[in-house]
């Protein structure tokens, strides 16, 4: 009885793998199709990775460097003057400085040609060139940067203010006001301009919303705590 049951078991054996060999033969084709293009796009991604995305991450951030100290120059004194605002766009060969214009183009898929949009975007706002100002601003990320995000989207409000373009202007800075994880300082001023802008708009209600749900959810806060918040309200017909 042992005896027929080894037999038996070997004879499943034996079907197993004759099996396994009509299925090898059947597709071995697609197999080695299938295993082939995983390994070429695994060796294409490694290759991409280590080849030109790191090396062009490392040239980026040298590249930037000198452009990124000076806007930040700019930035910190409200200078803006003609011969400074062009080296940082457009770089100087006689000082090394690459312009941010050629970083943002040249090294797009990096985190400093990220950056530089949104620094191009604030100048040319304070340019007072919008639609730039605009088209630049919109191709930053920030990536979960939330207070650099909160302020590219204050940028953007600007922008559209300044064009009249008031909708889109005002949705801009409640945006600003309303990423999550942003934290309750910069939340709170970016609603309070998005409450103020639709007071100014003429739109009441709205801003009885943006003004109260400031209030609700961000009481520690300066805007709220020092009364402001209730002065704007009351000026709207809400009594505390």
Known sequence: MAEKQVIAEQAVAVDVVERAKGFWVAN?????I???????????????????QIPNEKKANDLVFPAEKLFGLMA?????????????????KATGVTG???????????????????????????????????????????????QIQSKAYILLGHAYAEQKKTDDALDY???????????????????????????????????????????DKYPATQRVSSGEVDKYLASLGVVK
């Open 28 to 32: 071995s084709k697609i197999i080695i």
């Open 34 to 52: 299938v295993g082939t293009a995983v390994i070429l796009l695994l060796g294409g991604y490694l290759g991409y990775k280590y080849l030109v």
């Open 76 to 92: 910190g004194s409200s200078s803006f003057n003609k011969d400074t605002v062009n080296m940082v766009l457009n770089g100087d």
């Open 100 to 146: 941010l214009l050629k970083i943002a183009s040249s090294y797009s898929g990096t985190r400093s040609g990220n950056r530089a949009e949104y620094m191009i975007g604030a100048t040319y706002l304070h340019l007072k060139q919008y639609d730039k100002a605009i088209k630049h601003l919109k191709e930053f990320d920030g990536n979960g940067a939330d």
């Open 173 to 215: 800075y409640k945006k600003a006001g309303n990423i999550s994880g942003l934290d309750e300082g910069m939340a709170s001023e970016a609603l309070f301009i998005a409450g103020r802008y639709a007071e100014a708009l003429g739109k009441e209600k709205e801003a009885i919303v943006i003004f109260q749900n400031l209030k």
